[in-house]
């Protein structure tokens, strides 16, 4: 079975700390695909990111970085100086290659001024 | 190009009712799938159709069911409401059958009194 764990339920922060969001998987899949997303106060889901497991160099984009470890089952969400409006909930997700996605229950990023 | 649209955006019911959700997916993309995030939660998975065929579905009962038309739109219906359907039920639309990044769209927030 697939699932996804995100230990932290609720971070906070202060703006221009740098903060990592983490996402721990389970899967028997030799295919599979991560994503983060944010979800704003509006409820809309943003898509970041997607990764396949046979890709694991990481990324950056802007102010964003992804982590991915196939050795640990991790797929770690970096922000680099935090703003206020990267205040949300951030989710991690599984798929599977049938497009059966597992979310993972979030984590609620707080930015203060 | 216009987003996934859903509609309505909020709804309230009374228990045993019955609902029908609409979205219509991004302008050429073929498969849509249906989430249910209840307060605090991640999304869970609940039907995912291509080319009008059902092509996967998550753990729910039979009361929750779904169809694709030929221009692609859905509808996502739920029968005999109970409390526990009260959610925010997100449709998302992808080019393909498989995992390519899904857009989102901002949800049927329905509320079962």
């Known amino acids: 079975a697939q699932k996804v764990t995100q230990a932290q339920t609720e971070i906070s922060v202060v703006e221009k700390e740098d903060v990592t969001l983490d996402c721990v998987y389970e899967t028997r899949d030799t295919t599979y695909y991560l994503f983060w997303y944010k979800q704003p106060p509006s409820g809309e889901l943003v898509f970041l990111i997607r990764r396949n497991s046979f890709d694991e160099q990481n990324e950056i984009s802007g102010r964003y970085s992804w982590n991915f470890q196939k050795s640990t089952s991790s797929f770690n969400f970096t922000i680099t100086a935090s703003q206020v409006v990267d205040s949300a909930v951030y989710f991690c997700a599984l798929s599977d290659y049938n497009n059966d996605m597992r979310f993972g229950a979030g984590t609620r990023l707080t930015v203060k001024p | 190009d216009a987003g996934v649209t859903q509609s309505p955006t909020h709804l309230i019911k009374t228990r045993g009712q019955h609902v029908t959700l609409r979205c219509s997916p991004i302008s050429g993309h073929k498969s849509v799938s249906w989430y249910q995030q209840v307060l605090g939660q991640g999304p869970q998975f609940i039907f995912q159709y291509y080319e009008k065929e059902e092509r996967g579905r998550g753990n729910f009962p039979d009361r929750f069911s779904a169809r694709q038309f030929p221009n692609y739109s859905s509808e996502l219906n739920v029968n005999a409401l109970l409390l526990g359907d009260s959610a925010l039920y997100l449709c998302?639309?992808?080019?393909?059958?498989?995992?390519?990044?899904?857009?989102f769209g901002p949800g049927t927030r329905l509320t079962v009194t």
């Open positions: 998302a639309s992808s080019y393909g059958q498989e995992a390519y990044e899904q857009y």
